[in-house]
């Protein structure tokens, strides 16, 4: 079943790369009493996530602010050392964007959100969609009906629904 607005987001736990390597993400703690955008994308370094998606949310993070979101976390199910060289290689990690790693597609999967595309090497891969939870519960949620496409799923449409 595919998450909708005004279901709470099921406990997860996440992936990011610290100082001494792996360490775990539990969502619920960086959700509680928060309001955080999650956007997710298929893959990280492919075209529509790294030229669009992503630039988007870096053009929107002070508008985001000032509509009272906490953070902005940028999700995909790729290992944490490569969301951490894409966070680097698109600013995205120096403008304060979370790049967490969904490394076994667990949390993806649990929301309905995963997808394969064999011709593209794509497994178990995250749809691309952005939502906004306000205490882990989702009040936003815009997801694309292909992967290729960043329409309703990028910062400026976020933005726009705050």
């Known amino acids: 079943m595919t998450i909708s607005v005004g279901d709470k987001l099921p406990e997860a736990t996440l992936m990011t790369l610290g100082a001494d390597g792996p360490a775990p993400v539990a969502l619920g703690e960086k959700l509680a009493g928060r309001k955080v955008v999650i956007f997710a994308v298929p893959g990280a370094y492919t075209p529509t996530c ?55 597609g667990a949390f993806t999967a649990a929301i ?18 952005a ?8 009040k936003v949620l815009h997801a694309e009906d292909s992967p290729g496409e960043c329409d309703i799923s990028g910062g400026e449409a976020m933005v726009e629904a705050l």
Not at 112 to 129: H, L, W
Not at 131 to 138: N, Q, S, T
Request: aromatic fraction near 8%; charge should be negative; include cysteine.
């Open 131 to 138: 939502m906004m939870a306000d205490d882990g519960v989702v």
């Open 50 to 104: 790294s030229s669009a998606h992503v630039p988007s949310f870096i053009r929107q993070k002070d508008a985001l602010a000032g509509k009272g979101i906490d953070e902005i976390i940028c999700l995909s199910v790729n290992d944490p050392w490569v969301m951490q060289a894409w966070g680097e290689a698109t600013g995205a990690t120096g403008e304060g964007i979370s790049m967490l790693s969904d490394a076994s």
């Open 112 to 129: 309905g959100m995963d997808f394969d595309a064999p011709p593209v090497g794509f497994s178990g891969r995250s749809k691309r969609y």
